[in-house]
């Protein structure tokens, strides 16, 4: 195997990796997002509303992007 052929497979593969991370970022996020849901829900419920409220508990902040530009995905440069 050539030297630029094992680069350009290296190349496809650290590209896999990375949309792979973004992938499991995604899931993870929306997992939160749904758990965080839940959770919101089951403290608005009689009796969980009475005791909540006694414990200092309140609803949770869903996950959301704060930073501009943050939903887009980093520009990575792999010809050096």
Same mark, same amino acid.
């Given at each position: 195997? &050539?030297?630029?052929?094992? $680069? /350009? /497979?290296?190349?496809?593969?650290?590209?896999?990796? /990375?949309? $792979? &991370?973004? *992938?499991?970022i995604?899931?993870?996020? +929306?997992? %939160? *997002? #749904?758990?965080? *849901?839940?959770y *919101?829900? %089951?403290?608005?419920?009689?009796? =969980?509303?009475?005791?909540?409220?006694?414990? $200092?508990? $309140?609803?949770? #902040? %869903?996950?959301? /992007? =704060?930073?501009?530009?943050?939903? +887009?995905?980093?520009?990575?440069?792999f010809?050096?």
């Open positions: 195997m &050539t030297a630029p052929l094992r $680069g /350009l /497979l290296a190349i496809a593969e650290m590209q896999d990796q /990375l949309e $792979g &991370t973004e *992938n499991r995604a899931v993870a996020r +929306q997992d %939160y *997002n #749904e758990a965080v *849901n839940r *919101n829900a %089951y403290i608005r419920r009689f009796p =969980q509303v009475l005791t909540a409220k006694l414990l $200092g508990k $309140g609803p949770r #902040e %869903y996950f959301e /992007l =704060q930073t501009p530009g943050a939903a +887009q995905a980093p520009k990575v440069d010809s050096k």
